[in-house]
Antibody, heavy 121, light 109 residues
Framework: EMQLVESGGGLVQPGRSLRLSCEASGFTFDDYGMHWVRQAPGKGLEWVSG????????VYAGSVRGRFTISRDNAKKSLYLQMNSVTTEDTALYYCAKDFGSSADWYFDLWGRGTLVLVSS | EFVLTQSPATLALSPGARATLSCRASRSLDSTYLAWYQQKPGQAPRLLIYRASYRASGIPDRFSGSGSGTDFTLTISGLEPADFAVYYC??????????FGQGTKLEIK
């Protein structure tokens, strides 16, 4: 069974850092692009960042560019999101999502259950 | 950046009815790059439709997608209780940032 499991969320103070992880299973991880999508409490979906299978292409939403860094370790079948200089606007449930293709520019055909990030002093 | 505007924000219908959900793009979008997702409370989104009109694996044929240019539609025929959820359209492709519509909540009347 294909599965994505996020971890690393929690309570973090404004201005601090947090690293999210997503572990994949049940498919050939290094064949596919991957993404992070977030959902603030009671709000809609917001795409955050995507990375191609080889890490050669990384793209970001304007709201996180320069603060967040997406990365992956294909040997560990894992995706990461390094979140720096967080603000209360970053409070959300963060989903890991698998891209249909390898370049991180297609639709998302598998989602994890999410990890909650709460930014508060 | 593409802006996707969904309407209506909330749609109240009875089981067995037909639902028509709209997604309008701020500029013309290749239909290859439009998807729809369903999200139920406490769950992750689920892919329903990709390339505007192709059903994802395991999606019942009462779900259908159509449209081109700036106007896209998700139609659900013969609503079942499990269909009441929030629906999002999503644009992807070669023009990041990728964006979602704000969602349409389909609720039981």
């Amino acid at each position: 069974e294909m599965q994505l499991v996020e971890s690393g969320g929690g309570l973090v103070q404004p201005g601090r850092s947090l690293r999210l992880s997503c572990e994949a299973s049940g498919f050939t991880f290094d064949d596919y692009g991957m993404h992070w999508v977030r959902q603030a409490p009671g709000k809609g979906l917001e795409w955050v960042s995507g990375i191609s299978w080889s890490s050669s292409n990384r793209v970001y939403a304007g709201s996180v560019r320069g603060r967040f860094t997406i990365s992956r370790d294909n040997a560990k079948k894992s995706l990461y999101l390094q979140m720096n200089s967080v603000t209360t606007e970053d409070t959300a449930l963060y989903y890991c999502a698998k891209d249909f293709g390898s370049s991180a520019d297609w639709y998302f055909d598998l989602w994890g259950r999410g990890t909650l990030v709460l930014v508060s002093s | 950046e593409f802006v996707l505007t969904q309407s209506p924000a909330t749609l109240a219908l009875s089981p067995g009815a037909r639902a028509t959900l709209s997604c309008r793009a701020s500029r013309s979008l290749d239909s290859t790059y439009l998807a729809w997702y369903q999200q139920k409370p406490g769950q992750a989104p689920r892919l329903l439709i990709y390339r505007a009109s192709y059903r994802a694996s395991g999606i019942p044929d009462r779900f259908s997608g159509s449209g081109s240019g700036t106007d896209f539609t998700l139609t659900i025929s013969g609503l079942e209780p499990a269909d009441f959820a929030v629906y999002y359209c999503h644009q992807y492709g070669d023009s990041p940032p990728y964006t979602f519509g704000q969602g349409t909540k389909l609720e039981i009347k």
